[in-house]
Nanobody
Framework: QVQLEESGGGLVQAGGSLRLSCAAS????????MAWLRQASGKEREFVGG????????KYAESVKGRFTVSGDSAKDTIYLQMNGLKTEDTAVYYC????????????????WGQGTQVTVSS
C-alpha cells in the first residue's frame, strides 16, 4: 500500500503564492507518476498538474500553465505544487494522487489518493 498526505493549504490573498507538498509513504518504489487535482465546491474534480517521478515528463492544465509549477524530490518521495499569481477561481480542495503504471487520463484511473488540503483565495 501507498499512503499520500498533502500539506500546505490555507488562506491567501489573490495574487499571492502558496506551496503544497505531498509526501508518499509505504511501498513507494513502484510509483510511476504523481499528480495534483482539485475540486471546487459544486464542481468536478479536475487535473492541475502531474509529473513522472524521474522528472522526464511534466503536464499542466491550461488554466494554471505559467502560474503553477510541479516538482519532485525522489529522495523524499515527495512532490510539490508551487502556486503563484493565485486567483479566486483557484479556490478548491487540492488532492495528491498517484499511479504505478500508465499515466491517467481521468480521475478514476489513479491508484492512490491523499485526503486533500483546502486552498482558499480571497479577493
Amino acid at each position: 500500500q501507498v499512503q499520500l498526505e498533502e500539506s500546505g493549504g490555507g488562506l491567501v490573498q489573490a495574487g499571492g503564492s502558496l506551496r503544497l507538498s505531498c509526501a508518499a509513504s509505504g511501498r513507494t518504489y513502484t510509483l510511476y507518476y504523481m499528480a495534483w487535482l482539485r475540486q471546487a465546491s459544486g464542481k468536478e474534480r479536475e487535473f492541475v498538474g502531474g509529473i513522472r517521478l524521474n522528472g522526464s515528463y511534466i503536464k499542466y492544465a491550461e488554466s494554471v500553465k505559467g502560474r503553477f509549477t510541479v516538482s519532485g524530490d525522489s529522495a523524499k518521495d515527495t512532490i510539490y505544487l508551487q502556486m503563484n499569481g493565485l486567483k479566486t477561481e483557484d479556490t478548491a480542495v487540492y488532492y495528491c494522487a498517484a499511479v504505478d503504471a500508465t499515466i491517467p487520463t481521468k480521475p478514476e484511473q489513479y491508484d492512490y489518493w491523499g485526503q486533500g488540503t483546502q486552498v482558499t483565495v480571497s479577493s
